[in-house]
């Protein structure tokens, strides 16, 4: 009998075989752009200013990369400018940078108004984690919150209601506080119990008392000051 393949049969398990190859190829090609890519991503706690570059896309000005580098050294940054001096663009950047280091990370952003937190500082972190360079993980939700689970997480939410404060602890907890020229000394004592590892406090300069006026004046040798 004549067992030489049907001439239909050859071409099918070339192309078979082609696409076979085709996709090792491809994967292979995949893993090393991957790899490439990790490469090629600073570390966030040796490079700050790189990842914010090379994962955000952000060009910084000077004194933003010295905030950056600020809450990486110091437990106690406090950062005062007028409006639109880019504050507020970075505190919420802060917050992916920061549980890009360190995985096991809380980050919570408060301040005496819901505006401030939610329609600003917040809406720079979402804007910066919906349009990076790299995919960052978690849930986001449209509310103040990006979650990947219950020990890493970045919560936002005003101090009109103290209980709120309450209950965050994490080996990495970093508060970040807008607007600290209004709030109470009560907030910021709940919040210090909470024993963060780091607090940054951005604001104005059109109060002359509270503790973020006193960050910047009898203090300032406590704090490291913007």
């Given amino acids: 009998p004549d067992l030489s393949p049907r001439p239909s049969s050859l071409p099918m398990l070339l192309v078979k075989r082609e696409d076979a190859n085709t996709l090792a190829i491809k994967a292979v090609a995949a ?8 490469a090629d991503i600073p570390d966030p706690l040796l490079d700050p200013v790189g990842w914010f570059t090379k994962v955000l896309g952000c060009t910084l000005y000077p004194k933003q990369e010295e905030m950056i580098l600020a809450v990486r050294d110091y437990p106690q940054v406090s950062v005062v400018g007028c409006n639109s001096s880019g504050k ?54 449209e509310q103040p919150r990006l979650k990947w689970n219950e020990e890493r997480f970045i919560l936002g939410f005003s101090t009109d209601k103290s209980y709120k404060l309450q209950g965050f602890h994490s080996p990495h907890l970093l508060i970040i506080v807008t607007e600290a020229h209004g709030m109470k000394q009560a907030d910021i004592e709940v919040l210090r119990r909470l024993n963060p590892n780091t607090m940054l406090f951005t604001g104005n300069p059109i109060v002359e008392s509270g503790e973020f006026y006193e960050s910047h004046h009898e203090k300032a040798h406590l704090w490291k000051t913007i």
């Fill in 88 to 141: 507020d663009f970075t505190a919420g950047r802060v917050a992916l940078w920061w549980t890009s280091a360190y995985l096991q990370s809380k980050v919570i952003i408060t301040g005496p108004s819901t505006r401030q937190v939610a329609d600003v500082v917040w809406n720079e972190t979402r804007n910066a984690y919906l349009h990076a360079n790299q995919n960052l993980g978690g849930q986001v939700y």
């Fill in 31 to 38: 893993t090393a752009f991957r790899q490439k890519l990790k």
